[in-house]
């Protein structure tokens, strides 16, 4: 899928990492989610590149990236990391500052690159995620139940990983198809590709550092944060499914006007997976916001 789009591996520390670029005009930086990869862009993207230089990378343990080795601190699937990842990718393709437009996991990666490299990041929208550590904090039965996998991948290895080993296409259709638009949501070349990369040696052990990375380091990252009163200083937008788990358990627009300076937002009709379920809205939010 984005054949359209030129490929260009990036090497960072070791670790290939895979992105593609397409389009002219102002660098915009692509950041996907979970259990997906770049295609997840693949009715969004095409339309940016119009007016916009679109660079779309697949994050460090998914789609074609490196899947680098788990370690006792989950270091290696930090957002720091993951971040630092995607300065690299830019800086290849020639951009130090950019704008971001990133959803689920990818807008993780995006909120600590922002944090951590506001010289880069001139605006930002984010798709359907309220701050980690706010989301952690404000866990009620309701979340638990919807986000289970948050509980179950951060279970102590190897017991995830070989649940995930046994069977990588079933766990990509429990996940994305229990959502609120279920699996018809999905292009078919692009449900297989998410069921491709998962199956690729070492992703299960990825999946699992990134989320236990998430309830470990990244919250100590994030704490450092609000006690510093370090604050997003970029224009911030944020958007999501008003049929989805975030909608119905937090305040989002609330929860990052504590962590960011100029927020705006609103939730679109569909579920949890907006550049799929509603991307014409999405990319017309984009022209909007990110071409100011």
Not at 23 to 36: A, F, V
Not at 162 to 181: E, F, I, T, W
Not at 247 to 256: G, I, P, Q
Request: hydrophobic share 45%.
């Amino acid at each position: 899928m984005l054949n359209s789009f030129q490929t260009l591996t990036v090497e960072r520390d070791g670790v290939q990492l895979h992105s593609r670029v397409g389009g002219e005009g102002p660098p915009l930086l692509l950041l996907h989610g979970h259990p997906q990869s770049m295609a997840m862009w693949h009715r969004v993207a095409p339309e940016l590149a119009k007016t916009r230089r679109v660079v779309l990378m697949d994050l460090r343990g998914y789609g074609d990236s490196a899947r680098p080795p788990a370690d006792a601190e989950h270091v290696n699937h930090s957002k720091r990391e993951m971040a630092l990842d995607a300065m690299a990718v830019m800086q290849q393709h020639g951009f130090d500052r950019f704008d971001v437009l990133a959803h689920d996991r990818g807008a993780r990666v995006a909120h600590r690159l922002a944090v951590d490299h506001p010289q880069a990041v001139q605006r930002m929208m984010l798709l359907d995620i309220a701050p980690t550590l706010s989301m952690y904090e404000h866990t009620s039965e309701a979340f638990a139940r919807a986000y289970w996998h948050w509980f179950f991948l951060i279970q102590p290895s190897p017991l995830p990983e070989a649940l995930l080993d046994a069977g990588p296409a079933q766990y990509v259709r429990r996940v994305m198809g229990s959502r609120h638009a279920g699996l018809a949501a999905f292009a078919p070349e692009a449900l297989a590709e998410y069921e491709r990369c998962a199956a690729l040696p070492g992703t299960s052990v990825s999946i699992c550092e990134d989320y236990r990375a998430s309830a470990t380091i990244d919250l100590e990252h994030d704490r450092a944060d609000v006690a510093a009163g370090r604050k997003l200083t970029q224009p911030l937008r944020v958007l999501w499914g008003e049929h989805g788990a975030v909608a119905r358990c937090f305040d989002v627009l609330s929860l990052w006007r504590e962590r960011a300076l100029d927020v705006s937002g609103h939730a679109l009709p569909c579920g949890h997976y907006l550049a799929e379920e509603a991307p014409d809205r999405v990319i017309a939010e984009a022209q909007t916001f990110l071409t100011v």
